[in-house]
């Protein structure tokens, strides 16, 4: 026995009703044991969720039954994901899913990369895809994503907004930047031009209206993408929440007879949205359109 087989065996035997009889116990674990000549850990671990069939075969099914719903709530309370840029065109990540989620995701990315049978190479043809192309698979899985299909993060779909100035459309040299602050090569954002819709970027430009007075209370769409092209996030200094995180404030109240437009609006993200309408609260607006909040004396 290695030592990952002996904690699986251990692990399943102690996973066995507190009540049982001593000589079932260990007629299970003789049992395991006696697998493990001829399986791994996993193997075993999954021979091991079926243990009670040696022992008590009439009530296996329930009992496996009740193991894997416990299985799967500790699943689902223990999804996490985090990514981080390293700052050299990157980002790194970590994330812990539940076994229904994660063959779901896996088989998605071999269904995207999957050779193609024209493109077999060799006598054997072309080996399963490796970390690269299962990574590129990835990044397509996301890039294709249909955005309608999303919730909408901050009042709009989760569309992620490019602005580029007419001259990096046309090809020259300039870069182009994201509206959540990272900034791409003009190549890129010209292929992202070609294969997507283009947002106007333009404020106040022709195209959109930004401005609908007291005809109704909530910014629109195209409000939301001018304010956060131009605040990039909250607009409370010292804050770095991104656009797709921050509400839409009015700077005039419309409880009070403001209007709604990008003009009069800004980004505030929830915990400064909140300051701004507590009493307890002065905001001072400062240069540059940034504001400050104090506490009230």
């Keep these: 026995l290695v030592l990952e087989q002996a904690q699986v065996i251990v692990h399943a035997v102690e996973q066995l009703p507190a009540d049982l009889d001593t000589a079932l116990v260990e007629q299970a674990e003789r049992h395991l044991v006696a697998e493990a000549r001829h399986h791994d850990a996993k193997t075993l671990r999954i021979l091991g969720r079926r243990l009670f069939e040696v022992i008590a075969p009439d009530q296996a099914d329930e009992r496996e039954a009740k193991l894997l719903e416990r299985e799967e709530a500790e699943a689902a309370a223990s999804l996490r994901f985090t990514m981080a840029e390293d700052g050299h065109g ?70 992620v907004v490019v602005t580029m100035t007419l001259e990096t459309l046309e090809g020259r040299l300039q870069a182009a930047h994201l509206d959540t602050g990272e900034r791409i090569s003009p190549g890129l954002a010209r292929r992202l031009a070609c294969e997507a819709g283009i947002i ?29 092209l131009r605040d990039q996030g909250c607009t409370t200094v010292g804050c770095d929440w991104p656009p797709g995180l921050c509400h839409a404030h009015h700077d005039h109240p419309w409880s009070k ?33 940034k504001v400050a909040f104090t506490r009230r004396t």
């Design 90 to 159: 990157r980002v790194h990540g970590r994330f812990t899913l539940d076994a229904l989620t994660g063959a779901m995701l896996k088989k998605a990315l071999l269904a995207i990369a999957a050779p193609k049978h024209q493109a077999t190479q060799g006598p054997l043809g072309e080996r399963r895809p490796g970390p690269e192309r299962m990574g590129r698979a990835f990044a397509e899985l996301i890039q294709r994503y249909p955005t309608d299909q999303l919730p909408n993060s901050g009042g709009l779909n989760a569309t």
């Design 200 to 228: 106007p970027a333009v404020l106040g430009g022709p195209s959109e209206v930004l401005d609908v007075g007291r005809k109704t209370r909530f910014h629109t769409a195209p409000m939301r993408i001018a304010m956060a």
């Design 257 to 289: 007879g403001g209007g709604t437009s990008a003009k009069t609006g800004r980004l505030l993200c929830p915990k400064h949205h909140t300051r701004a309408h507590d009493p307890g609260f002065t905001m001072t607006k400062l240069p540059g359109g």
